[in-house]
T-cell receptor, first 115, second 113 residues
């Protein structure tokens, strides 16, 4: 099992460019999450998908969109990148959410630099 | 809203020293508490968890006890190794807040031989 995979590992963008971060899990998990990690701030939730076909905003959704393509895949899109979006992005998945929340499993991360 | 506060790092220790990383929390409900570890270049991994007061989570020699009276979940290890060098995150999951994880800022631990 690969667990949670993310592509790309590293990306440099210019301000205003767009890109999509890809995430896939092979654990048959229902719930998937996107976080950003900034120095000294821990991880902050951008968007999550409690189940296939649903998505909800997290703590810091502005400037991002997501798509739950199927049960395995959950992508994060930056339509017009800004320097403030320079960060490390982590995708995670769990068996369930809400009252059935169990351990979240994280991917290796995507390091994004916006110039 | 919910929040998690961790001691700022970096924490630098010699091998075989005793480790404590402090974590305190505020939550509206009755949260579950977690410690995650991030090794260099990798994603986060669950280290241990506790779901109710006085529970002790333990794994790989690390321990943490859920203290409701002091709203704390301090991480301890009796004898650290160089391989324990990583960033440690305390987190909570609150049923009254949809069970989403709220993370502390992370504490970097460096263990020297």
């Amino acid at each position: 099992n690969a667990g949670v995979t993310q592509t790309p590992k590293f990306q440099v963008l210019k301000t205003g460019q767009s890109m999509t971060l890809q995430c896939a899990q092979d654990m048959n998990h229902n719930s998937m999450y996107w976080y950003r990690q900034d120095p000294g701030m821990g991880l902050r939730l951008i968007y999550y998908s409690a189940s296939e076909g649903t998505t909800d905003k997290g703590e810091v959704p502005n400037g991002y969109n997501v798509s739950r393509l199927n049960k395995r895949e959950f992508s994060l899109r930056l339509e017009s990148a800004a320097p403030s979006q320079t960060s490390v992005y982590f995708c995670a998945s769990s068996v369930g959410s809400g009252r059935a929340l169990l351990t979240q499993y994280f991917g290796p991360g995507t390091r994004l630099l916006v110039l | 809203g919910d929040s998690v506060t961790q001691m700022e790092g970096p924490v630098t220790l010699s091998e075989e020293a005793f480790l404590t990383i402090n974590c305190t929390y505020t939550a509206t409900g009755y949260p579950s508490l977690f410690w995650y570890v991030q090794y260099p270049g990798e994603g986060l991994q669950l280290l241990l968890k506790a779901t109710k007061a006085d529970d002790k989570g333990s794994n790989k020699g690390f321990e943490a006890t859920y203290r409701k009276e002091t709203t704390s979940f301090h991480l301890e290890k009796g004898s650290v190794q160089v391989s324990d060098s990583a960033v440690y995150f305390c987190a909570l999951s609150d049923r009254d807040a949809g069970n989403m994880l709220t993370f502390g800022g992370g504490t970097r631990l460096m263990v020297k031989p």
